[in-house]
């Protein structure tokens, strides 16, 4: 495997269901993010992590739950989701580098989700 | 206002054509400046990156940054239907040691006609 991988890739589900979608990057990088694709608007970060320290949480509800278990494997639980929650979920990964450049994000395929 | 305009398109040209792909941004601290482009039903793919102003020129692919302006350009040269794709410009102030923050634009939907 190379690069960003996402699993799965499509995924449908109930408002009352729980279902995890998973990402791994296989490119030695340090951070790593989730974001949001809908129909018409621009990507929404949702959440980051640095060394599998949460770094930021973008107002994101609570039925999204991040877990980093590692640099290199990120998992996004969700519950009791809401039909506007459908869109493409994206993962990422970036090297920090601190102020010396870098940093380009590079994403994985992405989760279509659908919530009936 | 957003703080990255890019229009939606579609934009639709004939095979060997010049395509000019524009975003303007409001937050004059950006200085990191990318092109993304994104297939359907696949993730957004590292085109171009660019730091402050200037032009930059990989292939059929020339980024410009204009921070003046605070407009940025992506052209690409002899269109061929394998360009057909969305094309998304991200920005950044600069890279926070915890992780990058970027900031996209809407994406520009392209369709290079044989």
């Known amino acids: 495997e190379t690069g960003v991988t996402q699993t799965p890739r499509h995924l449908v589900m109930g408002m009352t269901n729980k279902k995890s979608l998973k990402c791994e990057q296989h490119?030695?990088?340090?951070?790593m993010y989730w974001y949001k694709q809908s129909a018409k608007k621009p990507l929404e970060l949702m959440f980051v992590?640095?060394?599998?320290?949460?770094?930021e949480n973008n107002s994101v509800p609570s039925r999204f739950s991040p877990e980093c278990p590692n640099s290199s494997h990120l998992f996004l639980h969700l519950h009791t989701l809401q039909p506007e929650d459908s869109a493409l979920y994206l993962c990422?990964?970036?090297?920090?580098?601190?102020?010396?450049?870098?940093?380009?994000?590079?994403f994985g395929p992405g989760t279509r989700l659908t919530v009936l | 206002q957003k703080e990255v305009e890019q229009d939606p398109g579609p934009l639709s040209v004939p095979e060997g054509a010049i395509v000019s792909l524009n975003c303007t941004y409001s937050?004059?601290?950006?200085?990191?400046f990318m092109w993304y482009r994104q297939y359907s039903r696949k993730g957004p793919e590292l085109l171009m990156y660019t730091y402050s102003s200037g032009n930059k020129e990989d292939g059929r692919f020339t980024a410009q940054v204009d921070k003046s302006s605070k407009y940025i350009s992506l052209f690409i040269r002899d269109s061929q239907p394998s360009d057909s794709a969305t094309y998304l410009c991200a920005m950044s102030a600069r890279w926070e040691t915890s992780g990058s923050r970027l900031t996209f634009g809407e994406g520009t939907q392209l369709t290079v006609n044989p």
């Open positions: 490119l030695g990088h340090n951070a």
């Open positions: 992590y640095n060394f599998k320290e949460q770094t």
């Open positions: 990422a990964s970036s090297q920090v580098q601190g102020l010396a450049g870098g940093g380009e994000q590079f």
């Open positions: 937050n004059s601290a950006f200085q990191y």
